[in-house]
């Protein structure tokens, strides 16, 4: 199969793994959410494919332009959501996090991203673009997960659904926080030493990374050191999530700098 149908096979059954959720939330059916979860399953096996065959027809990362970048990050929010479905007990993450997903990969399938496979620049040709770009994007999708988690606090009444979803959010935070910080800011500088000979250079995706690093570095020290949990953890849990978009979204289409040609 080419990479194009494997894709929209994926998001076929994410698109039913979306229904099947929000059928179970509002049924309150058990069995619904693990048939949900069980379709999950299926389209990342799908994505999966998708994302090998990109990766061996153009010879290179399947992350390189901002469809492939939203194709990998929806992939990893999947795997996310996989990880915590069962553990977190919490039926209300699934729906939503899928709801996130098949937005972002109706974007990424839309007419506003262009989908050819294109050679890449000198900068780019590194295996430390595989280090930076998946780990980065792998530590976005936990967060996300904290997102969801963060809302779902917020707008939750009953006080043991809170301890769940504030639980969650941080369980969350500690895996993305060590990943983005490894991918996003330690792999980022190596690579911008080798690619440009300095560390760091003030551009606006590493500026806006490292706000969002010190976002997530405020909810961590806040709720370790301080004992911070709840509805301020939760805020800034959103505010960091919010930062990673604006790093994702807003410079690579507001700001101009040394990460433009992403």
């Known amino acids: 199969?080419?990479?194009?149908?494997?894709?929209t096979i994926a998001f076929a059954v994410y698109v039913a793994s979306l229904l099947v959720y929000f059928a179970a939330l509002f049924a309150r059916r058990e069995?619904?959410?693990?048939?949900?979860?069980?379709?999950?399953?299926?389209?990342?096996?799908?994505?999966?494919?998708?994302?090998?065959?990109?990766?061996?027809?153009?010879?290179?990362a399947p992350f390189t332009n901002m469809y492939e970048s939203l194709s990998f990050l929806s992939w990893a929010i999947?795997?996310?959501?996989?990880?915590?479905?069962?553990?977190?007990?919490?039926?209300r993450l699934g729906p939503y996090l899928m709801l996130i997903v098949v937005a972002l990969v109706a974007l990424a399938s839309s007419p506003l991203m262009p989908k050819e496979a294109t050679p890449l620049v000198p900068a780019l040709q590194s295996y430390w673009l595989w280090l930076h770009v998946s780990v980065t994007l792998l530590g976005e999708?936990?967060?996300?997960?904290?997102?969801?988690?963060?809302?779902l606090y917020l707008a939750s009444p009953a006080p043991d659904r809170k301890e769940r979803f504030d639980a969650l959010a941080y369980r969350a935070v500690a895996v993305g926080f060590p990943l983005f910080t490894l991918g996003g800011l330690v792999f980022g500088m190596i690579w911008a030493y080798r690619a440009w000979g300095r560390y760091?250079?003030?551009?606006?995706?590493?500026?806006?990374?490292?706000?969002?690093?010190?976002?997530?570095?405020?909810?961590?020290?806040?709720?370790?050191?301080?004992?911070?949990?709840?509805?301020?953890?939760a805020l800034i849990a959103i505010v960091g999530f919010l930062a990673a978009l604006f790093t994702y979204f807003g410079v690579n289409y507001l700001l101009s700098g040394l990460h433009s040609y992403a």
């Open 31 to 60: 069995r619904w959410s693990r048939a949900a979860a069980l379709l999950a399953l299926l389209g990342l096996a799908a994505h999966t494919a998708a994302l090998v065959v990109r990766t061996a027809t153009s010879g290179h």
């Open 78 to 91: 999947v795997l996310a959501l996989l990880i915590f479905a069962r553990s977190a007990r919490t039926p």
């Open 141 to 151: 999708a936990f967060f996300a997960v904290a997102f969801v988690a963060g809302i």
């Open 1 to 7: 199969m080419t990479e194009s149908t494997l894709f």
């Open 200 to 233: 760091w250079a003030w551009d606006p995706k590493e500026v806006w990374s490292l706000i969002t690093w010190l976002v997530f570095a405020l909810y961590l020290h806040t709720r370790i050191v301080m004992g911070w949990k709840g509805k301020r953890s």
